[in-house]
C-alpha cells in the first residue's frame, strides 16, 4: 500500500473508531435525556433530508477541503450532543449531522475507490468496510462500561477527542479537484442502481432507527446495551473478506446478493415479530452476519457499474439518503399513530425483498456483467 492510501485508511479508522465508540449508546443517550421515539425518529429523518438537499444545492468544493470540513463537524456533533438538554440543541445536532455526512462520506468513498485494483473490487470494498464488524465487536461493551463508570456525556467528549487525530492526518492530504454536483448528470451515470439504493436506503434508515430503540425494551442497563452492540459486531468479523474473495473470484455479484438480501430481508421480518429477547438475539445476530455480506456486495455493485466513479458516489449518497429519510418519516408516523416501533421492522424487511426482484430486471442493462 502507498503512502496516501495508508493517510486515507488512518483517518478512516480514527472516524469509525470515534463513530462506533460514540455513537452506538446515542439512541440511549436520547431516551434516558428524555426525548421520545417520535423525537428520535424526527432527528434522524431531519439529518438525512438534510443530506439530500446538502447534494441538490451544492455546486462544487475541494474534495479535500470538504472532507475536513465532515471531519470537524463530526466532532462538534459530539460535543453538541453531550448536552443536548433542550430540543432545539437535538435538532440543531441532526442538521450539523446531515451536513457532515455528506461533506465526509462523498469524498472519502470518491479517494478510496480511486485505489481500486482492476479485478478485485469486491476484495477492495471489503476492505473498506473491515473496520466496521471488528471495531462494533470492542468498542460498544468498552463504551457501555465507561458511560456506566463515568456518564454517556463523557462518551461523546471523548469520541471528539478522538476525532483530532483524524483531522490531522487530513490536513497532509494533496490539494485535490474540486468535486461538481450535477443532480441531473449524476442520475443520468447510474442508470440501473438508483432503485436498488433507495431501497436499501428505506431498510437501513428503518433498520438502524429501530433496532437500538426495540432493543431497549429488552436491555436498559447501560453497560448491557453496549454489550449487546458488541455481540452483533462479532457476526461481521470474518464476513467481508471470505465474501470479499469468493466474489472476486467468480465475477459474479448477483449470485451472492439474491441469497443473502432474501435472506437479511426475512430475517428482519422475523425479528419485528419477536417477543423473547433470546429470539430478538438471535434473529438480530443473524441480521447482523447477513448485513455484513450485504454491505461490500451492493457496494461493488455500484463500483463495478461506474462510469465515473465521482457521479456514481454522490449518487449512492443521495439515493441512500432519500430512502432512508422515507423509511424513518414512516417510522414517525408509525409512532404518532401510537404504532409499535418494531413492527417498522416487518414493513422494511418486506420492501427489501423487492430488492434482488429489480436487481435482476436492472442488470439486464448493465454494462458489465455482475
Same mark, same amino acid.
Given at each position: ?10 483517518m478512516q479508522?480514527?472516524y ?12 440511549l443517550y436520547?431516551v ?5 421515539f ?5 432527528y434522524?429523518?431531519?439529518s438525512?433530508?438534510?443530506s ?5 444545492t451544492l ?9 475536513r ?6 466532532m462538534?456533533i ?7 438538554y ?10 450539523m449531522w446531515?451536513?457532515m455526512?455528506i461533506a ?13 485494483? $482492476?479485478?478485485k473490487?469486491?476484495s477492495? !470494498?471489503?476492505l473498506? *468496510? &473491515? ?5 462494533? %465487536?470492542?468498542l ?14 463523557f462518551?461523546?467528549?471523548?469520541s471528539?477527542?478522538?476525532?483530532v ?6 490536513l497532509?492530504?494533496k490539494?485535490?479537484d474540486a468535486?461538481?454536483?450535477?443532480f ?6 447510474t ?14 434508515g428503518i433498520?438502524?432507527?429501530a ?15 453496549? $454489550?449487546?452492540?458488541?455481540?452483533l459486531? !462479532?457476526?461481521?468479523? *470474518? &464476513? ?5 474473495? %469468493?466474489?472476486?473470484?467468480s465475477?459474479?455479484r448477483?449470485i ?8 437479511m ?9 419477536s ?22 456486495f451492493?457496494?461493488t455493485v455500484v463500483?463495478?457499474?461506474s462510469?465515473?466513479?465521482e457521479?456514481?458516489m454522490?449518487s449512492?449518497e ?6 432512508r ?10 409512532? $404518532?399513530m ?6 417498522s421492522?416487518v *414493513?422494511?424487511?418486506?420492501?427489501l ?7 435482476r ?9 455482475i
Amino acid at each position: 500500500m502507498d503512502r496516501p492510501f495508508l493517510r486515507l485508511y488512518s483517518m478512516q479508522f480514527f472516524y469509525i473508531f470515534s463513530h462506533v465508540f460514540g455513537w452506538t449508546l446515542s439512541s440511549l443517550y436520547f431516551v434516558k435525556s428524555g426525548y421520545s421515539f417520535l423525537d428520535i425518529a424526527l432527528y434522524f429523518a431531519l439529518s438525512y433530508a438534510t443530506s439530500m438537499f446538502v447534494i441538490m444545492t451544492l455546486k462544487h468544493s475541494p474534495s479535500d477541503k470538504m472532507m475536513r470540513k465532515g471531519l470537524i463537524l463530526k466532532m462538534l456533533i459530539f460535543i453538541v450532543t453531550a448536552y443536548i438538554y433542550v430540543k432545539p440543541l437535538l435538532f440543531i445536532s441532526g442538521i450539523m449531522w446531515g451536513f457532515m455526512s455528506i461533506a465526509y462520506w462523498v469524498p472519502m468513498n470518491i479517494h478510496f475507490f480511486k485505489f481500486r485494483t $482492476a479485478g478485485k473490487h469486491a476484495s477492495h !470494498v471489503g476492505l473498506f *468496510f &473491515a473496520l466496521w464488524p471488528i471495531l462494533g %465487536a470492542i468498542l460498544p461493551a468498552i463504551a457501555g462500561i465507561a458511560a456506566q463508570s463515568y456518564g454517556i456525556a463523557f462518551v461523546f467528549l471523548a469520541s471528539a477527542a478522538i476525532m483530532v487525530p483524524a483531522i490531522i492526518i487530513s490536513l497532509s492530504m494533496k490539494q485535490s479537484d474540486a468535486l461538481y454536483f450535477d443532480f441531473k448528470k449524476f442520475t443520468a451515470n447510474t442508470k440501473g442502481v438508483k432503485t436498488i439504493l433507495f431501497l436499501q436506503g428505506i431498510w437501513e434508515g428503518i433498520d438502524w432507527l429501530a433496532v437500538p430503540l426495540v432493543t431497549l425494551s429488552f436491555v436498559s442497563g447501560i453497560a448491557d446495551f453496549g $454489550a449487546f452492540y458488541s455481540y452483533l459486531g !462479532v457476526f461481521g468479523i *470474518f &464476513a467481508f473478506f471470505i465474501a470479499g474473495k %469468493a466474489s472476486d473470484k467468480s465475477g459474479k455479484r448477483a449470485i451472492f446478493l439474491y441469497p443473502v438480501t432474501v435472506a437479511m430481508a426475512m430475517c428482519t421480518i422475523l425479528s419485528g415479530l419477536s417477543a423473547t429477547f433470546f429470539a430478538w438475539g438471535v434473529l438480530r445476530g443473524a441480521v447482523s452476519f447477513l448485513v455484513n455480506l450485504f454491505s461490500p456486495f451492493a457496494m461493488t455493485v455500484v463500483v463495478d457499474t461506474s462510469k465515473s466513479i465521482e457521479d456514481s458516489m454522490i449518487s449512492r449518497e443521495f439515493f441512500l439518503c432519500f430512502g432512508r429519510a422515507l423509511g424513518t418519516s414512516l417510522v414517525a408516523l408509525m409512532l $404518532a399513530m401510537s404504532v409499535p416501533i418494531q413492527y417498522s421492522l416487518v *414493513f422494511s424487511g418486506t420492501i427489501l425483498l423487492l430488492h434482488p426482484l429489480i436487481l435482476r430486471e436492472k442488470k439486464k442493462d448493465y454494462h458489465v456483467d455482475i
